[in-house]
């Protein structure tokens, strides 16, 4: 365990202004707050705080941060309040320390949702200040490296999960890779053992027996770059045992397949000598086609900086091999946190112009921030603030932290990160979320392509928008990122709220004038804590949707009450005329109110209908003989009466399904289209159930406007010496 004047040493050695009374303060108050506290090994409890306070002085972090390591834990463990903390420290380690601390005093439902609300909150807190995201990493690195010691083998898996899914991935964000592979790797020891153990063993035996062989390739680098008259240290990086088993399984090779296992550095002074070494290492050794990457002049989203590329090099052996500055370097091994070590030596010393740019402040300033290295920061606060609750946050936010990028760039050159598989409409919302709302097309390298079109590394993307465009709820099946899911999954639900609040007061009018009473909404308010609703609306929406019927509604506010004969002297409220220009061509139905129509039987215009409120999808609309029916005859509450609007001007067209027998010869299909086309049919759908040598058995869907027009079809199509029967289809 580190002693008090160790710490204080540490940190002197690398910020000679330290104030050690503050951190002499923080190690004496967190010691005594957490006192006889043991850790699952038997270590003192105050162990913890002291190791991850070791961990950010190795990264070189100010003292702000060290005391806030040090109490990190002392609000949730002990009896020590936040201001208690704000009285010792003042409000800045006050802020920090609450930012890091889980919430313990909400009642949550779940674990998960424990986890998800907890995640919510430190979000909230990074994106005011990004050192709570530094200590944080810290406090779970610790943890890691410990975890082998809680003894519930579910409780190491969820912990080593969460590890993979969040905190790597957040590490990777902020550009610290050396703290990212160590907890990919004690994540990746817990969850996958032998698959570790195989990668682990192989990488000993190639140290073994290539050792000699890497030693030979940095040496001959070193020494043709100095021929060369370019100064560089050559140096060579193994890669991480869960990087090489994420990449094994992506591109589905095997351990020897793999070219990079060994990653060969060249660090030059100045940014222009990376590309002089890359000019030298290209003239003497032949370059592999598509491993070029510049880092430099289009740097990752996370400030790392670098120069990649692929050469046949000494040896004749395929390597890679990476080209940066010493400040590119330190940044890409300890990313944000190199910040404070610069800003100590003078950054106009330690940086060149062009390296400046990515290191980045100590606080963020909120979403107000304009520094692209922190757009997935911003991103994740949109999420945030249209996710529904705290498990859709927390799974939208996985899938921000998703690994595989692409890189595409605005008509004006900025560069947008995004996931593998992202599509325009992810572009859009990444530029901003009111051109996602109204995006309605795209252009891809100046070509016109669909919304769902996949992007691919170095495309130029224009997102084409429209005032009167709203986010559609099919982009919800092809969007990748988190932000557009839950802009797209936000603006479904609140459209469909309104939907299901018109249906619920609808269903609820028709039972109170079904039993006799004027219906109030007076009446609701009395039974709202009874029925777990908020509000009268969430009410209505919660009768929409099929969560509460309208029986159960009349019962609560008439309980033991259940007349039979309608009452002559109460009101009755008559149901709202139809509003003009409704596109659903029913009576009985609000105007914009969620309407499906039955799979099981096609209803069409002419057939006898009925509605069946469906769980999460409004109304489905079934013809009155439709043998599914039967399913919904205990629940008469859930029954709609409607019926075809007869005057409608523009008619819809609508399903119809044929069920046909047919000759197997030559044209017989080309003849049941023309037919279909001559008779202002379209085919929508075509399935072969049966065939055999003379016959074949099929299922049409037609497009038609009504049971009169498809009767016609049908007419038609039995006068076709190719069609042997023809009926409509009910299955």
């Known amino acids: 365990m580190i002693r008090q004047y160790e710490l204080v040493d540490r940190v002197r050695a690398y910020d000679p202004d330290v104030d050690e009374d503050v951190l002499n303060r923080a190690y004496v108050f967190a010691l005594k707050a957490h006192g006889a506290q043991t850790r699952a090994n038997g270590d003192p409890y105050f162990s913890h705080p002291l190791e991850v306070a ?50 313990t005093r909400i009642e949550l439902q779940s674990d998960q949702t424990k986890q998800a609300e907890n995640f919510r909150k430190f979000v909230l807190a990074m994106s005011e200040d990004i050192r709570v995201l530094l200590v944080k990493l810290a406090d779970r690195l610790h943890n890691m490296r410990t975890l082998n010691f809680i003894p519930k083998p579910e409780k190491r898996s969820r912990i080593a999960s969460e590890t993979l899914e969040i905190y790597a991935p957040l590490a ?104 002089e070494a890359l000019g030298v290492l290209h003239a003497l050794y032949p370059s592999v086609p598509g491993r070029f990457k510049d880092y430099i002049s289009t740097p990752k989203p996370n400030g790392y900086r670098s120069i990649h590329t692929g050469v046949i ?54 979403a107000k921030s304009e520094s692209a290295q922190y757009r997935w920061l911003r991103e994740l606060l949109d999420i945030l603030e249209h996710a529904s609750g705290p498990e859709e946050f927390l799974e939208h936010t996985k899938l921000e932290m998703f690994q595989d990028q692409v890189f595409c760039f605005t008509p004006k050159g900025e560069l947008i990160q995004l996931p593998r598989g992202a599509t325009p409409v992810d572009f859009a919302y990444a530029v ?56 797209v999954r936000r603006y479904v639900r609140i459209q469909r709220r309104g939907q299901y609040m018109t249906l619920g007061r609808t269903v609820i009018e028709k039972e109170f004038r079904h ?20 509000t009268i609306d969430d009410l209505y929406a919660m009768v929409g949707e099929g969560l509460v019927t309208g029986r159960e509604v009349i019962h609560t506010v008439f309980p033991g009450t259940k007349p039979t004969a309608k009452n002559p002297q109460s ?146 199509l039995r006068a076709t010496p190719a069609i042997n029967s023809v009926e409509r289809s009910r299955g």
Not at 333 to 359: N, P, T
Not at 457 to 478: C, H, L, M, R, Y
């Open 515 to 534: 039993e006799g009473y004027a219906f109030t909404e007076k009446a609701l308010d009395g039974v709202l804590k009874t029925l777990q609703a908020p």
């Open 313 to 366: 090099g000494p040896q004749r052996q395929r390597i890679e091999v990476q080209i940066r500055t010493d400040a590119m370097d330190e940044v890409a091994e300890y990313g944000v946190a190199a910040h404070w070590h610069y800003k100590r030596q003078g950054s106009d010393a330690a940086l060149d112009g062009a390296d400046k740019a990515i290191i980045p402040a100590p606080t963020m300033g909120g």
């Open 571 to 716: 009101p009755v409220v008559k149901p709202k005329p139809r509003k003009e220009g409704s596109g659903v061509p029913l009576r009985g139905l609000i105007p914009g109110m969620a309407v499906h129509y039955a799979r099981c039987c096609h209803p069409l215009p002419g057939d006898r209908i009925v509605g069946i409120v469906t769980t999460g999808k409004g109304v489905t609309v079934h013809t009155i003989d439709c043998v599914n029916l039967e399913a919904f005859s205990d629940t008469p509450e859930r029954w709609i009466d409607v019926a075809w609007e007869t005057d409608t001007t523009m008619p819809e067209h609508h399903i119809g399904r044929l069920h046909m027998i047919a000759s197997n010869e030559t044209g017989t299909i080309g003849t049941l289209g023309t037919v279909i086309g001559k008779n202002q049919g379209n085919i929508t759908n075509l399935k072969f159930v049966a065939r055999s040598t003379d016959f074949f058995e099929i299922l049409v869907d037609v497009e038609v406007t009504d049971v009169r027009h498809l009767t016609n079809i049908i007419a038609a």
């Open 54 to 103: 070791g961990i950010l002085t190795n990264l070189k972090l100010d003292t702000a941060s060290i005391v806030t390591a040090l109490l990190h834990d002392v609000i949730e463990d002990t009896d020590v309040k936040l201001a208690d903390i704000e009285k010792a420290f003042g409000k800045e380690i006050g802020r920090l320390v609450n930012g890091v601390t889980k919430l």
């Open 172 to 275: 990777d964000r902020i550009g610290m890779q050396a703290m990212k592979d160590e907890l990919e790797d004690l994540a990746f020891a817990q969850l996958n053992t032998e698959a570790r153990a195989s990668i682990v063993k192989r990488l000993e035996y190639l140290r073994g027996g290539g050792q000699d062989l890497i030693q030979k390739i940095i040496a001959e680098l070193q020494a043709k770059l100095t021929e060369s008259g370019v100064e560089a240290k050559v140096k060579g990086r193994e890669k991480a045992p869960y990087s090489i088993w994420r990449k094994m399984q992506h591109k589905n090779v095997a351990f020897e397949q793999l070219s990079d296992i060994i990653a060969f550095r060249v660090v030059v002074p100045t940014a222009d000598k990376c590309y």
């Open 432 to 487: 901003h979320s009111q051109i996602g709302d109204t995006c309605v097309g795209a252009k891809i390298n100046g070509r016109i392509v669909q919304l769902r079109s996949t992007l691919q590394n170095g495309d130029q993307v224009d997102i084409i928008t429209s005032k009167g465009q709203t986010p559609s709820a099919d982009w919800e099946d092809f969007v990748v990122t988190g932000k557009a899911k839950a802009r």
